[in-house]
């Protein structure tokens, strides 16, 4: 009988939910995605969660307002994997359209309500994008580096 093997620790963590496509999906899809990042070490107001919690408001009301068809919701998906440092944030909508950051002539000025949603996650994700998805409508993803919990964490009494 062959010896046992070592189970590998989990590296990588993935939380998936649907939300209806209004401001009260949008806000439920941040407070969701704040307490799963919590459970996974990355605690409340931490530079980390922050960070990842404005890409998901922005990406969810995005979702919510602008790729909203009748009848349809969004999904949320959050990937973290610990041994590379990175949490993907993922929300998928029906809507054909695809956003854009306006050139920088079109950016909007500080007067105005809006059109600031995507260029936060420019500001603070390390990459983000939009990708076609199975059926219809698209993916807008984004990647924030985060760091390991175990390592900032006190060694000792």
Known sequence: MPAPRAQEAVTV???AQRFSATR???????RLATHR?????????SPASDTV??????LASNAAL???VPG??????????RSAGLVRVEVSDTHPGHPEIPESAGRPSADTDGGRGLLLVEAVADRWGVKGRTGPGKTVWAECAVPDPDESRPVGP
């Open 13 to 15: 963590s993935v939380f």
């Open 24 to 30: 009260r999906g949008a806000r439920l899809a941040r």
């Open 37 to 45: 990042l919590d459970l996974w070490g990355l605690p409340y107001g």
């Open 53 to 58: 919690t404005l890409v998901v408001a922005e």
């Open 66 to 68: 602008h790729g909203h």
């Open 72 to 81: 349809r919701d969004f999904e949320l998906r959050l990937t973290y994997d």
